[in-house]
């Protein structure tokens, strides 16, 4: 088995991932699930059911993983190839699996190559159902499944939605490629300092009504907290997401709660804060609400002009000092463009945090509404580590790590 990489990509670059395809009509989702494994820097090696054969063909799969594509008909000729494959592998990943093979699976069959690599290896598994609702629902499916995560594997989905073409809907259907992804990148980043660990993070803009159809936001897109929230739980940690309105996808993993204005962040952070490990505050909160916000539209009729009267909004940060748990991290964010140091640690000490996270506003492909960012690391104990321009992913990992160190030694 190859080690977490500490580079680009984490949690999956250069680490051995085994896809085993079942014959479904999701077996086409997983030609998704196969590149965007690879895209994201894993070894995907994919092998195929006699079932698969039927919906999918390995070329495509061959094309897009730049590797071989293992079946049936490859295992005479190298009859140590599930050990090969079982032992290589930091994890194995059945999506789409079959009713069919979710109960040989639980039989410990080894009738095929996927069922000889279920047996022979050490990594995690990743069961991910499809297949028809009653199919899914008989109670020796449910059994079988029961029986797997009794032996330790994991499970994924299925989602509830549309079925196969005039079935209608109902709990069957595979879950969606990013979210497999997600799910594979938990099995492969999970570690005991997270596991049980309660994160909350506040991510996106707040809006600030003016009147039922206006209101004074801001920027920020979210993509900094969505992708802490995401490396949060991926590392296992429980994750709550308290984000103001973007257009963003959600990650996939985290509970979300939504919510519109700084009071009600405000509320939804005391609330949750007091059993929370870590607290993340990447939420770009406005620092002003409208006075007197009108109960209805506010017509130009009359060359009517409004004037807007601003009152502060509370610094929810600041408000949270009392009520974090006495072993609580706290990590707070910071956009300044002067006498940046210096303001950022007068911040770290005014608002009584572990880390701040200074943006550098004048970078290039840094702060808001970008996918790349440019930050600073201060840190309570005074140290300083300037990144270089990372993906906010990357980020999000660089910021975690030092979380983590503040988070060993303390109970979990
Ligand atoms: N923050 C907050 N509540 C606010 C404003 C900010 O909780 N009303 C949090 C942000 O989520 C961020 C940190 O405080 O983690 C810093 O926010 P920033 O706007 O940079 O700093 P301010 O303290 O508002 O100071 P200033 O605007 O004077 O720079």
């Keep these: ?20 395809v079942t014959g479904g009509i999701a077996a086409y989702k997983a030609i998704q699930i196969a590149r965007d494994l690879t895209v994201e820097g894993a070894l995907v090696d994919v092998v195929l059911t006699a ?6 063909q390995p070329l495509s799969f061959e094309a897009l993983t730049g590797r071989s594509v293992y079946s049936r008909a490859h295992a005479p000729a190298d009859p140590l190839l599930h050990i090969r494959l079982a032992r290589d592998a930091d994890l194995v990943v059945v999506a789409p699996a079959t009713a069919d093979f ?12 996927l069922t000889t690599v279920l047996l022979a290896t050490r990594a995690p598994v990743l069961v991910c159902p499809a297949m028809n609702d009653r199919m899914y629902l008989h109670a020796l499916t449910q059994a079988n499944l029961a029986r797997l995560e009794q032996v330790g594997y994991a499970t994924a989905g299925p989602a509830v939605g549309p079925l196969a073409w005039g079935e209608g809907e109902g709990p069957g259907r595979l879950l969606e490629p990013e979210e497999i992804v997600a799910s594979c990148g938990r099995l492969l980043s999970a570690n005991d300092t997270w596991s049980g660990r309660r994160v909350l993070v506040t991510a996106g803009p707040t809006r600030e009504p003016i009147d039922p159809v206006r209101f004074i936001g801001n920027r920020s897109s979210g993509r900094m907290g969505y992708a802490l929230a995401a490396a949060a739980w991926r590392r296992g940690a429980q994750v709550t997401l308290i984000s103001g309105p973007s257009a963003v996808p959600p990650p996939f993993g985290p509970e979300r709660v939504s919510v519109e204005t700084a009071d009600q962040m405000r509320h939804a952070v005391a609330e949750l804060l007091p059993a929370a490990d870590v607290l993340v505050m990447a939420a770009a909160v406005g620092d002003f609400k409208v006075a007197d916000v009108a109960s209805q539209k506010i017509k130009k009729s009359g060359g009517n002009v409004p004037q807007i009267t601003l009152a502060p909004n509370p610094d929810i940060l600041r408000s949270t000092r009392p009520l974090r748990p006495p072993q609580c991290v706290v990590v707070g964010f910071a956009l300044e463009t002067e006498n940046m140091a210096e303001h950022a640690r007068e911040k770290l000490l005014g608002k009584e945090l572990d880390l701040l996270i200074l943006n550098d506003a004048g970078e290039n492909g840094a702060g808001f509404e970008v996918t790349t960012n440019r930050v600073t690391i201060f840190d309570r104990d005074g140290g300083v580590a300037d990144l270089p321009l990372l993906s906010k992913g990357e980020v999000a990992e660089e910021i975690l790590d030092r979380v983590e160190l503040r988070l060993h030694g303390t109970a979990g």
């Excluded at 088995?1 to 085993?20: D, I, N």
């Excluded at 079932?51 to 999918?56: H, I, N, R, T």
């Design 1 to 20: 088995m190859t080690s977490g990489g500490t580079g680009a990509m984490r949690p999956f670059a250069g680490r051995h991932v085994v896809l085993g």
């Design 102 to 113: 979710i109960a040989r699976a639980a039989a410990g069959m080894a009738d095929d190559l």
């Design 51 to 56: 079932g698969a054969l039927e919906f999918v």
